[in-house]
C-alpha cells in the first residue's frame, strides 16, 4: 500500500503534542485553551483515501444550509434564509433567498450586506417583513416585492417571532421590556474626575442568566405591536409574567393569541402556561385554557371558529409528548385529537379549509409531516426533515411551511449534505436547492450503515448506525468511536453530521445509537430512565458496542468514547463502570447533579421532572445518579471539554471531574472553548474542527500504548487490579 502524507498538523496541535510527549506529563495539569484557529487536517488516520478527497476541518468553513424556509401564500415562491460561514470572521452569517418554486431559480434580497432572518410573507404575498441584525440591536423591515422598496418598521433590541395581522396593517412580536435594576444601599459620593470600579450588580431574579445570552438585564417578555407601514410601536401585554410566541391573530385583527405562565410561582415551577387572548387596543387579557401542563403554539382556523394548540397534562416526569388540542374560539370545548399518536408534535399549521391540519414529529428517528383530520385520522405527507445542527445529527429543529394550495416547503436533510430546500405538491417532493454540490463532489464521505442491535438488559431493539471511513474495506478491522447524544430526550438519524464526517476521514468507525430515554419511540421507551439517569441507557449503549465489534470490522482492542451534554455525562459514566474504552472525551456533562441544579439555566424543570425532590431533600438519591460517585473506578484517560460560558451544564461541573481525575493521577486534559456557550460550542467553524482535533489528538495518543495506572496514585492503581 502506498503511503499516504497527510498535511502538517495547525500550530495547536503541535503544541498539544508536546504537551503530552511523555508519560510523566499526565501527572500534571494541563489546559489547552482553544482559540478560534482552523484546523488544517488531521494524522493517524486509517483511512485508504489520500487526504485531499476526504472531508476535512477547512471544509466546515464552505459548508451552506437552509433554515426557516416560507412560502408564499399562493405557492408559487419561497423565501429562506441561508446560513453560510465567512473565513476571515469565523462565524456564521445569515442571508434570505427568494425561490421560484417551479424553476428553482433563485436570488438573493438585498439587506445591505447585514445578517437576516425571520422572514415572514403578509397575507396578500406582496410584502415580506424579516429582521436584520446589526449592533447588537433587531431592526424590523418590510419590503415590497413588486419593486424592492423597503422600510424600517422598528428598530429594537431581541425581537422575535413576528407575525402579520390578517388585514396585513400591523405585525406583532415578542421582546424583553427593560426594567429598573435593582438597589441595595449606595456607594459613597464620587469625586469628581475619579476612577472608581463599576457599581455592585444585584440581582433578585430567579432566571438571571441563560445560556447563549449571560447575565440578563431585569425584565419580562411580552408582546408588541407596530403597524406594517411604520409608527410607534406598542406593548400590549403587561405584568412581571414572561409571554412566549409564535403569535397568532383573530380573523378580526383586533386580538392576539399567545402562551404565557401567570401563575404566582411561574418562575420555580414551570410546564403550566396557557393561552390567552389579548385585545390589542388595550392589552385587556381573556385565559382560554384551562390545562394541568403547558399549552402553547396557538393556531387559529382560517375560518376562525376553532383554536389548535400543542399540549400535555403534566405527570412530573422526565419527558411527555405534545399532543394537538382543538377548542372552539371562546376556549370551550377543548379536546386531544392525537391522544393515540404516542408520538411528541413540535409544530402544527391549518390547511386553508379548517378541516385539517398540517403536523411535524419524529417517528423512529424518522422525521415527517403528516396532514391530520379533526376525527384525530393521520396520514403521512413527507419524510427526511433536516435536523437543527451541523456538527451532530440531532432530529430536532427541521421546519416547514404551508402555502393556500396544500403546497409545503420543508428544509430536507440527508446523510451526505446539509439541509437543503425541498417542496412537495400533490404528493410529488422537488429538491430546490443543492447548496452543497460544489464543495462535496470531491470529496469521499463516509457512509451511514444500519446496525441492528438488541439490549442486553431486556432485548428491546435499538436503533444504531455506524459511519465507516472513506475507502472502507470491510476486510479490515477499525478502531471504533462510540458517539452518544444529548438531552437524554432527544434522538440521532441518519443526518449529515460535521463531527462524525472528521472522526470518519481520521479513519474510525463511529457508532451511533438511539438508547432508552431518547425520543421519538414513545413515552414509555424515553421515560425507562425515569429516575434512574444514568443507568439502564449503558447497557443498551454497551449492547450497541458489542454489536459493532461483532460485524467484524471493528478491533475491540481500539475502543474510544465521547458524546456531549447527556452524552457526556454518559461518557464520564461509562468510564466509571467500565474500562474497555482507552480514551475518553466527555464534552460539556453534568458530573455532580446538586451542583448542576444549583448553576443551570434549567434549574425550574430538573429538579421536579427528573428527581421530584430537592437535592437537600435527597443528597443520596443526587449522589448515586452523579457520574463524580463513580470517578474513584476511573482508569481511562478522559478529556473535559466544554465552553467557557456554558450556563446549561456550568463550567464548574467539568473543572470538578477535572480535579477529580487529577487527583486521582489518571490522565486528563481541560478543554475551555473560549467565549462559547452550551448551544454554541460549535457554532464558530475554527472552534469546532479544533475541538474535534483536541478530541482525535487525545484519542491517537492511546491508540498505541494504551496507558496503565502503575506509578499514579495508590487508588487508581487498585481500581484498575479490580
Known amino acids: 500500500m502506498a503511503t499516504i502524507r497527510h498535511p502538517a498538523p495547525p500550530p495547536f496541535l503541535a503544541h498539544l503534542a508536546a504537551a503530552f510527549s511523555t508519560q510523566g506529563d499526565f501527572m500534571r495539569p494541563v489546559l489547552i485553551i482553544l482559540l478560534a484557529l482552523a484546523a488544517a487536517g488531521f494524522g493517524g488516520g486509517a483511512s485508504a483515501q489520500p487526504a485531499a478527497q476526504n472531508f476535512a476541518p477547512s471544509d466546515l468553513f464552505g459548508l451552506q444550509r437552509v433554515i426557516d424556509p416560507q412560502i408564499r401564500p399562493d405557492g408559487r415562491s419561497i423565501v429562506y434564509v441561508r446560513e453560510s460561514f465567512d473565513i476571515q470572521s469565523d462565524r456564521g452569517k445569515r442571508s434570505i433567498w427568494l425561490v421560484d418554486a417551479g424553476s428553482g431559480a433563485q436570488q438573493e434580497i438585498d439587506t445591505g450586506g447585514r445578517p437576516a432572518g425571520s422572514p415572514l410573507w403578509a397575507p396578500d404575498g406582496k410584502r415580506l417583513a424579516y429582521i436584520v ?3 447588537g440591536r433587531s431592526q424590523l423591515m418590510v419590503r415590497q416585492m413588486d419593486d424592492g422598496r423597503t422600510i424600517e418598521i422598528a428598530d429594537l433590541k431581541g425581537i422575535s417571532d413576528p407575525s402579520w395581522a390578517p388585514d396585513g396593517k400591523s405585525i406583532a412580536f415578542i421582546m424583553r421590556t427593560s426594567e429598573p435594576r435593582t438597589t441595595l444601599g449606595s456607594a459613597p459620593p464620587k469625586p469628581e474626575g475619579a476612577l472608581w470600579a463599576k457599581p455592585l450588580t444585584i440581582i433578585t431574579s430567579f432566571t438571571y442568566r441563560l445560556d447563549g445570552q449571560g447575565y440578563l438585564e431585569r425584565g419580562y417578555l411580552h408582546a408588541f405591536v407596530v403597524p406594517a407601514d411604520g409608527g410607534p410601536v406598542r406593548q400590549v ?37 396557557q393561552i390567552y387572548q389579548v385585545r390589542v387596543a388595550d392589552g385587556a387579557m381573556i385565559q382560554l385554557t384551562r390545562s394541568k401542563g403547558p399549552a402553547t403554539t396557538p393556531r387559529m382556523s382560517p375560518d376562525g371558529r376553532k383554536i389548535a394548540y400543542r399540549g400535555y397534562d403534566n405527570r412530573m416526569v422526565g419527558h411527555h409528548s405534545y399532543r394537538v388540542r382543538i377548542m372552539e374560539r371562546d376556549g370551550g370545548n377543548d379536546r386531544p385529537i392525537t391522544a393515540t399518536l404516542d408520538r411528541s408534535i413540535s409544530d402544527l399549521q391549518w390547511a386553508s379549509d379548517s378541516k385539517s391540519l398540517f403536523v411535524q414529529y419524529i417517528d423512529r428517528a424518522v422525521p415527517k409531516i403528516a396532514r391530520l383530520k379533526l376525527d384525530g385520522s393521520l396520514s403521512t405527507v413527507v419524510e427526511g426533515l433536516a435536523g437543527s445542527q451541523l456538527d451532530r445529527p440531532y432530529t430536532l429543529g427541521g421546519a416547514f411551511s404551508l402555502a393556500g394550495d396544500g403546497t409545503i416547503a420543508y428544509a430536507s436533510g440527508s446523510d451526505d449534505a446539509p439541509a437543503d430546500l425541498s417542496v412537495v405538491r400533490d404528493g410529488r417532493v422537488k429538491r430546490l436547492t443543492t447548496l452543497n454540490e460544489a464543495l462535496l463532489a470531491g470529496k469521499t464521505l463516509g457512509d451511514t450503515m444500519r446496525l441492528p442491535v438488541r439490549s442486553s438488559l431486556d432485548q428491546r431493539e435499538i ?3 455506524m459511519v465507516t471511513p472513506p475507502g472502507f474495506d470491510p476486510k479490515k478491522k477499525y478502531p471504533l468511536i462510540l458517539e452518544i447524544h444529548g438531552g437524554p430526550y432527544a434522538s440521532y438519524a441518519t443526518f449529515f453530521s460535521t463531527d462524525f464526517q472528521l472522526y ?3 479513519g474510525y468507525i463511529v457508532l451511533y445509537a438511539n438508547p432508552r430515554g431518547s425520543t421519538s419511540y414513545g413515552e414509555e421507551f424515553a421515560n425507562l430512565i425515569q429516575g434512574d439517569y444514568p443507568g439502564p441507557d449503558y447497557h443498551d449503549l454497551m449492547s450497541a458496542v458489542d454489536a459493532a465489534i461483532a460485524t467484524g470490522h471493528v478491533d475491540p482492542d481500539q475502543l474510544f468514547v465521547t458524546g456531549g451534554s447527556g452524552g457526556g455525562t454518559l461518557t464520564a459514566w461509562i468510564v466509571g463502570k467500565t474500562q474497555r474504552f482507552r480514551a475518553a472525551a466527555t464534552q460539556k456533562p453534568i458530573i455532580n447533579y446538586t ?4 448553576t443551570t439555566d434549567e434549574a425550574s424543570s430538573v429538579p421536579q421532572h427528573w428527581f421530584g425532590k430537592m437535592p437537600w431533600e435527597d ?26 460560558e456554558d450556563y446549561r451544564t456550568p463550567v464548574s461541573d467539568s473543572e470538578q471531574y477535572y480535579q477529580a481525575l487529577q487527583l486521582r493521577g489518571v490522565p486528563t486534559g481541560l478543554v475551555l472553548i473560549p467565549d462559547a456557550g452550551h448551544l454554541t460550542m460549535t ?10 482535533s483536541a478530541i482525535l489528538a487525545w484519542f491517537e495518543r492511546f491508540r498505541q500504548a494504551p496507558w496503565t495506572p502503575e506509578g499514579a496514585s495508590p487508588l487508581t492503581a487498585v481500581a484498575a487490579k479490580e
Request: proline share 7%; charged share 15%.
Open 504 to 506: 470518519a476521514a481520521a
Open 683 to 692: 457554532a464558530r467553524p475554527s472552534q469546532s474542527a479544533a475541538r474535534v
Open 595 to 598: 451542583s448542576y441544579v444549583l
Open 463 to 465: 436503533d444504531a448506525w
Open 619 to 644: 443528597p443520596e438519591g443526587y449522589w448515586r445518579r452523579s457520574p463524580l460517585a463513580l470517578v474513584g473506578n476511573v482508569t481511562t484517560p478522559t478529556l473535559v471539554v466544554v465552553g467557557a
Open 133 to 135: 441584525n446589526k449592533d
Open 237 to 273: 401585554t403587561s405584568g412581571a409574567y414572561d409571554h412566549s410566541g409564535p403569535i397568532a391573530w383573530t380573523p378580526d385583527a383586533r386580538n392576539i393569541l399567545l402562551s404565557a405562565d401567570r401563575t404566582a410561582t411561574w418562575e420555580r415551577f414551570s410546564s403550566t402556561s
